[in-house]
């Protein structure tokens, strides 16, 4: 087992300047933990041979994968064919060269939306495959259920105890909050933060606000995933959630308050909501004795303050 009292662990976080490998840094520096975290800068993933050559000099004892190609539904919806390559290469070859380098431990990060479009509600762990996806993230969800499908591969064959963990939609401090490729809680806090500053009598938000969803504080799925390092051993995936959901319209109402815009907020129906509810069951990891502990207004409130401080442009009255 892998634990805090073994000072000779190194743990490699692939990924860790992105939202979720910055928070699980943070977490093993804050744990005293031996961790390196990777970037394009010590090896293209995209590259086996560059991938094995890092994996093989590092030899550590855990691997947390925090490294994919991510967006939002129009950055999914435009560019298919790179959300699909590219991360089954990374995984692929994270996982290849982990193997033959008798990694212990490895820690794929998948994501909710390999679940069926119109899956029923709660989300449990066993809809995988039951129904058809989201057709506006497909691409990306085919390449997390093959990641999620090769570590089962690697326990099968090789008897590897590696884990497959599948976060709900994450958000916090350090998100991407580019209007082109962002998610929606970065999305809409620069549009009202925006729109705060010039003055604008209303704001627009894509899809009928109808859509409802679920939301982590990324610190919460940092605490979950090395939760899971020590806890969670099984072929089958694992839901991490927030246990309830909230829809767009009452986000936006929510970040605007937030935010401290009083303007009018409007919906182009003519952009589609993706898929209608998203809501995980994670009455198993509840049941293992891991909980969330911020609150989504805590949450979003830190989210702005950070995007305030980091992001030129963005003032705000506190």
């Not at 380098?101 to 509600?121: D, T, W």
């Not at 105890?161 to 970065?186: C, E, Q």
């Not at 929510?254 to 409007?266: A, F, H, P, R, T």
């Not at 909501?273 to 049941?287: A, C």
């Amino acid at each position: 087992m892998i634990n805090g009292e073994d000072m000779n662990i190194k743990i490699v976080v692939a990924g860790s300047t992105g939202l979720v490998g910055k928070a699980v840094v943070k977490k093993l520096a804050h744990l005293g933990l031996n961790y390196i975290g990777i970037t394009r800068a010590d090896a293209d993933l995209l590259d086996y041979d560059s991938t094995q050559k890092l994996i093989h000099a590092l030899k550590p004892t855990c691997i947390i994968d925090a490294a994919a190609v991510v967006g939002g539904i129009k950055y999914n919806s435009e560019f298919p064919v790179k959300f699909l390559i590219e991360n089954l290469e990374i995984q692929n070859n994270l996982m290849r060269a982990a193997h033959e380098a008798n990694v212990e431990k490895f820690i794929f990060l998948g994501s909710s939306c390999v679940y069926p479009r119109n899956s029923p509600q709660p989300i449990k762990e066993e809809y995988l495959l039951t129904g058809e996806l989201e057709p506006t993230n497909s691409a990306y969800a085919v390449a997390k259920i093959a990641g999620i499908e090769l570590i089962k591969s690697y326990r099968k064959q090789h008897a590897r105890k590696w884990i497959s963990l599948m976060p709900t939609n994450i958000y916090g401090p350090g998100d991407n909050f580019d209007p082109n490729n962002s998610h929606v809680i970065p999305a809409l806090i620069r549009k009202f933060l925006s729109a705060k500053n010039n003055n604008l009598s209303n704001v627009e938000v894509w899809g009928t606000g109808k859509a409802q969803r679920e939301f982590l504080f990324v610190d919460d799925l940092a605490d979950a995933i090395l939760f899971c390092m020590n806890k969670f051993d099984s072929s089958m995936h694992l839901n991490i959630g927030f246990g309830s959901e909230i829809s767009i319209n009452e986000l936006a109402k929510l970040i605007s308050e937030i935010v401290g815009y009083s303007g009018e907020v409007s919906f182009n129906s003519s952009v589609p909501d993706g898929t209608p509810r998203k809501l995980l069951d994670s009455s198993r990891i509840f049941s293992m004795g891991w909980k969330p502990s911020t609150s989504l207004h805590e949450g979003i409130k830190s989210t702005v303050d950070w995007f305030i401080e980091n992001i030129e442009g963005a003032k705000i009255d506190r």
